[in-house]
């Protein structure tokens, strides 16, 4: 009987040893997914809510503008409210790679920014072509920030397309506060 308990305490002892001793696989943070599958067309803007909290946060539409004398269709994402959209000095970034968003993005050369960002605009003239971030991307990611009772949540708009059509695929925020994560 002794033998016994001294064997069981010494398989207690080795148990508590290994599992202190292995590292437990970093968890995937939490998100919120959206599947939206929306294609951005003339005439039909529309609002989406990342955080499905009744409020929109962004705004996709096709709209025709002339700058610098020349007829534009431009495919644009505005921000509403707290959300802001992930940009260098003239451009939305693509995060198609596995990057998560930087922690601070005025360290990484980017800013959070308001207002309108075009993703992809097509240009009339003598001849016509298109131009944008998006313009050679079959799929690719654009980072986001919501703000929530003072807090950052950070995400993605997943869009596919390029040329002729653009669609909104999904949209993937944070379920945490301060949270970045890498594209899927």
Known sequence: ????????????????????????????PATGKISWNRVVVYNTPFTVDIDANGEADFRLAVGLV???GLPRKQFKLTTLKLSRVGCDTSRTPLLWEKTAIPPSMES?????????????????????YWQGPLKDKQSAAVAIRIIKDGKPYYGHLYFSGGGETLSL????????????????
């Not at 016994?4 to 001793?21: D, E, H, Q, R, V």
């Not at 695929?169 to 899927?184: C, G, H, I, L, R």
């Open 169 to 184: 695929d999904k949209s993937v925020v944070a379920v945490n506060p301060y949270v970045t994560f890498s594209v899927e």
């Open 108 to 128: 990484a050369g980017f800013k959070w920014t308001e207002g309108g960002v075009v993703l992809l605009e097509q240009i009339e003239g003598d001849v016509s």
């Open 1 to 28: 009987m002794k033998q016994l308990l001294i064997y069981a305490g010494g398989l207690l002892l080795l148990t508590w040893i290994i599992s202190g001793c292995s590292k437990p696989t970093p968890e995937a």
């Open 66 to 68: 002339i700058q610098d």
